[in-house]
């Protein structure tokens, strides 16, 4: 069993920075794509970006592309979402997942998610 457990959120103003951070426990060595989700209120749940264990390959949502960043540390099984110039339309739930295979599996259907951490821009 692999256990996510994302810190970080809160409530920033517009063109605020905020730093997610996600700690993974248990089976960790299969883990292969970590990376990070969001839902608004009302939306579905959408991809937001995703890194290779080893660093080597990043894949980014175009909305986030510019202003998101995922890295990781592979030896504390940890990888953090730095958010800049932040805007109200980022304002969701945002959850870390992780998946054995590939970053295109972690993209279509996760095997392991956090429980997810609300951020919230204010105007």
């Known amino acids: 069993q692999v256990q996510l457990v994302e810190s970080g959120g809160g409530l920033v103003q517009i063109g605020d920075s905020l730093r997610l951070s996600c700690a993974a426990s248990g089976r960790t060595a299969p883990i292969y794509a970590m990376g990070w989700f969001r839902q608004a209120p009302g939306k579905d749940r959408e991809f937001v970006g995703a890194?290779?264990?080893?660093?080597?390959?990043?894949n980014y949502a175009d909305s986030v592309k510019g202003r998101f960043t995922i890295s990781r540390d592979g030896d504390k099984n940890t990888w953090y979402l730095q958010m800049n110039s932040l805007k109200p339309e980022d304002t969701a739930v945002y959850y870390c997942a992780a998946h054995s295979a590939s970053l295109l599996f972690l993209q279509v259907s996760p095997e392991h998610w956090g429980q997810g951490t609300q951020v919230t821009v204010s105007s």
């Open positions: 890194i290779a264990r080893n660093g080597g390959t990043t």
